[in-house]
């Protein structure tokens, strides 16, 4: 009672995102039970904590979550989300489907990540207009419980391509409180940008531009959002970047100033490293040893959603690249391969997965023996094992083709127990603070990745812990807790 009283009387901080902090799943007696929501930027904001006093306003994303909103009027109970005050949003399911699985997750985030194959897509029609209306809705939603929960001033930070026009409707409906937008994604570069109709380019850019101001996770994602807002909006828009000042965006007839941030989201050492030492995860190691038998045999980790732009089926023809060209590796190495379903609504994320796992059974086929197993592959979610790879693993392979920061990278060297060399993407944001001490890849070149991975492999234990301490201490410069204060004293200052 007094929780749900203190949001009826206006938050100070609000936090807005798809994905909430808790998913539910409804048994078959009708019973609830609560799971911490996953993904990157779920991670980055749960360490915020109940004692931020934020309120975090997110969707019901199935019919468990529907079933927990109608239980506690949309105000989820705390014993649910870690002491965190939540507001559930009920959006109509298929407003919800059109706007995260249509617009969000096929057009936004294969744009910002660069999928499309371009000969044969996108095609914006009809089917995509009904959608880009769902879009409209479903921001409105959320605009309007936003508006209704702020207090006085309050400082609202709006998360992701899946809420672009939330800060716009929301300045108009409240134009005292102070809003912040983040992209947890890259940024699309302009000639990219331009594939999208222009009148949804600039409702996107307009969008994110009512914010006080545009946060990314790294200058080149930050750079990109400018470019685009010059190139769409034209000349009524202007991109300031002056060498020892904040940069910002003016646009707009009332030439509104939306200033731009750049805070690259770290790991959390102190939560992984007491995480990983905790029982369960010594357990899983245990399991794991066996899965990968052979005394003194290597291991390369992988640790993904299965999502198109991390690119595990590059990471798989690598590794396979490698057992053929460098035999002497056969059955000296094993590649622990972690790819947990991901928007499996989608088609095109279904056949991704299978051919992820067609392509594992292949390369077992081809180069197995009755005691080496070269590529295991898990595909259910486990966070425990997830940490016991990273403490067992001599190689982390992070290869995405695009990817906003990847935590992946930033929590492997936290947690290694021995050191663990990295082979990193270029177009991950992560390898803009490690790649001094990474082997660096170009997503695309499989013979290259081979050759990283033997690097990796073969290099010399001092080497190696030396990289990993250095690692480290880059991957946790900016911990989630501080990344979220720094954006919140941004927004206030
Ligand atoms: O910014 C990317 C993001 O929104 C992160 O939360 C996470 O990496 C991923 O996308 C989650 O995707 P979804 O919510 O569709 O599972």
């Known amino acids: 009672?007094?929780?749900?009283?203190?949001?009826?009387?206006?938050?100070?901080?609000?936090?807005?995102?798809?994905?909430?902090?808790?998913?539910?799943?409804?048994?078959?007696?009708?019973?609830?039970?609560?799971?911490r929501g996953g993904g990157g930027l779920v991670s980055g904001l749960s360490a915020i904590g109940p004692e931020a006093g934020a309120v975090w306003v997110c969707a019901a994303l199935g019919d468990g979550d529907r079933a927990a909103v109608r239980r506690s009027g949309g105000l989820l109970d705390t014993a649910d989300t870690g002491g965190q005050r939540v507001r559930m949003l009920d959006i109509p399911a298929e407003v919800h489907a059109a706007a995260y699985n249509g617009v969000a997750n096929s057009v936004l985030w294969f744009v910002h990540h660069?999928?499309?194959?371009?000969?044969?897509?996108?095609v914006f029609d009809a089917g995509f207009r009904e959608e880009w209306a769902a879009y409209e809705a479903y921001n409105a939603a959320f605009a309007g419980a936003l508006?209704?929960?702020?207090?006085?001033?309050?400082?609202?930070?709006?998360?992701?391509?899946?809420?672009?026009?939330?800060?716009?409707?929301?300045?108009?409906?409240?134009?005292?409180?102070?809003?912040?937008?983040?992209?947890?994604?890259?940024?699309?570069?302009p000639e990219y940008f331009a594939l999208l109709p222009d009148d949804v380019q600039r409702q996107l850019l307009l969008g994110i531009l009512g914010a006080d101001r545009a946060n990314f996770l790294t200058e080149r994602w930050a750079r990109a959002f400018a470019a685009c807002c010059e190139r769409a909006l034209g000349p009524d828009c202007t991109a300031h970047w002056p060498r020892h000042e904040p940069p910002s965006v003016v646009a707009g007839p009332a030439a509104h100033r939306t200033r731009i941030g750049v805070h690259g989201l770290g790991a959390d050492a102190e939560f992984l490293r007491e995480r990983s030492r905790r029982p369960d995860v010594e357990e899983r190691m245990a399991g794991l040893r066996a899965q990968i038998g052979g005394a003194g045999r290597k291991t390369v980790v992988r640790v993904d959603r299965t999502e198109l732009?991390?690119?595990?089926?590059?990471?798989?023809?690598?590794?396979?690249?490698?057992?053929?060209?460098?035999?002497?590796?056969?059955?000296?190495?094993?590649h622990l391969a972690f790819a947990y379903p991901s928007r499996q609504d989608l088609a095109v994320y279904r056949d991704y997965t299978a051919r992820v796992g067609a392509l594992a059974e292949e390369i077992n086929a081809e180069y197995g023996t009755a005691t080496w197993q070269p590529v295991?592959?898990?595909?259910?979610?486990?966070?425990?094992?997830?940490?016991?790879?990273?403490?067992?693993?001599?190689?982390?392979?992070?290869?995405?083709?695009?990817?906003?920061?990847?935590?992946?990278?930033?929590e492997v060297p936290v947690v290694s127990d021995a050191g663990c060399a990295l082979v990193l993407s270029r177009e991950a944001g992560a390898w803009v603070e490690l790649g001094a001490d990474a082997l660096t890849v170009n997503p695309y070149d499989v013979g290259q990745t081979a050759e990283a991975l033997h690097a990796a492999l073969t290099m010399p234990a001092e080497e190696r812990s030396a990289r990993t301490a250095r690692l480290a201490a880059a991957a946790t410069a900016l911990p989630p807790a501080r990344w979220f204060l720094e954006q919140l004293r941004a927004l206030e200052a």
């Open 376 to 410: 295991v592959l898990h595909v259910k979610d486990d966070f425990a094992r997830s940490l016991a790879a990273y403490r067992l693993a001599d190689v982390a392979l992070v290869n995405p083709i695009r990817d906003g920061m990847n935590l992946v990278a930033k």
């Open 309 to 334: 732009s991390k690119n595990i089926v590059r990471g798989l023809l690598a590794f396979r690249r490698l057992l053929a060209d460098r035999p002497e590796w056969r059955e000296r190495v094993v």
């Open 114 to 122: 660069m999928l499309y194959q371009t000969p044969v897509e996108p």
């Open 1 to 35: 009672v007094t929780e749900r009283s203190a949001v009826q009387s206006g938050a100070e901080v609000l936090v807005a995102s798809n994905r909430g902090p808790v998913s539910y799943a409804l048994g078959e007696g009708g019973e609830l039970s609560a799971r």
């Open 147 to 189: 508006a209704e929960a702020a207090g006085p001033g309050a400082a609202v930070l709006v998360q992701d391509y899946h809420l672009a026009l939330v800060p716009g409707l929301l300045r108009e409906m409240r134009p005292d409180v102070r809003i912040a937008h983040f992209s947890h994604t890259p940024w699309a570069p």
